[in-house]
């Protein structure tokens, strides 16, 4: 497929466990972004990479969240000692070359919930 | 915080009216965008329009920015069922910069 893949698109953990979200971005997308979105409300930002670095991670809640994108490609969203608060829909989205110049293109998301 | 609000929260119109959703921001921007999202769905692009620019169409959406007032507005003529979604504007932080933050929504309900 041509669009930005998510996996899982559903995740259902008990609180303090560990959980691994994938983003496979738009082939050719340098600039990769984490949002997460609880009911009713906009995307919050997490993380944005371009290309393997973390360009800002000034979003991240705090340091049970970390984000890797190795390769410069597929991300991995990393959440430790999962806790209630952390259950919403966790977005990946793709760029060409970032936000400054263009659209992000979005994923479906990963609806996590945390028991 | 850079994000932006939208205003109204709800907006509940009939069929083949014009809907107006305005977004206001706090800081300089590069550019700013306007995104929609269906219930349970990612966010789709709808424009883009950049901060030395007045007023942008594309078919049925016309956006206005006034950098002055640090504030936009998303016109959606001749609404259909159809349009009914939730939409977002998001900015930048400025010339350079690439990440984008968004608002928190005006969810957009039209009655057939």
């Known amino acids: 497929g041509a669009g930005v893949s998510q996996t899982p698109s559903n995740k259902v953990t008990e609180k303090g466990k560990y959980v691994e979200l994938r983003c496979d971005p738009i082939s050719g997308h340098t600039a990769l972004y984490w949002y997460r979105q609880s009911l009713g409300q906009g995307p919050e930002f997490l993380i944005y990479f371009q290309g393997t670095g973390a360009a800002d991670d000034s979003g991240l809640p705090n340091d049970r969240f970390f984000a890797v994108r190795p390769e410069g490609s597929v991300s991995t969203l990393k959440i430790q000692r999962t806790e209630r608060g952390d259950s919403a829909v966790y977005l990946c989205?793709?760029?060409?070359?970032?936000?400054?110049?263009?659209?992000?293109?979005f994923g479906e998301g990963s609806r996590l919930t945390v028991l | 915080s850079q994000q932006g609000e939208e205003d109204p929260q709800a907006l509940s119109i009939q069929e083949g009216e014009n809907a107006t959703m305005n977004c206001s921001y706090k800081?300089?921007?590069?550019?700013l965008q306007w995104y929609r999202q269906n219930s349970g769905r990612g966010l789709v692009h709808l424009i883009l329009?950049?901060?030395?620019?007045r007023e942008k169409h594309s078919g049925r959406l016309r956006v206005t920015l006034d950098t002055s007032k640090k504030s936009s507005s998303l016109l959606i003529t001749a609404s259909r069922a159809a349009d009914t979604a939730s939409y977002f504007c998001a900015t930048d932080a400025g010339v350079g910069a690439n990440n984008l933050f968004f608002g928190t929504g005006t969810r957009l309900t039209v009655i057939p």
């Open positions: 989205a793709s760029s060409l070359q970032g936000a400054g110049t263009g659209e992000l293109f």
């Open positions: 800081t300089s921007i590069n550019n």
């Open positions: 329009i950049r901060s030395n620019e």
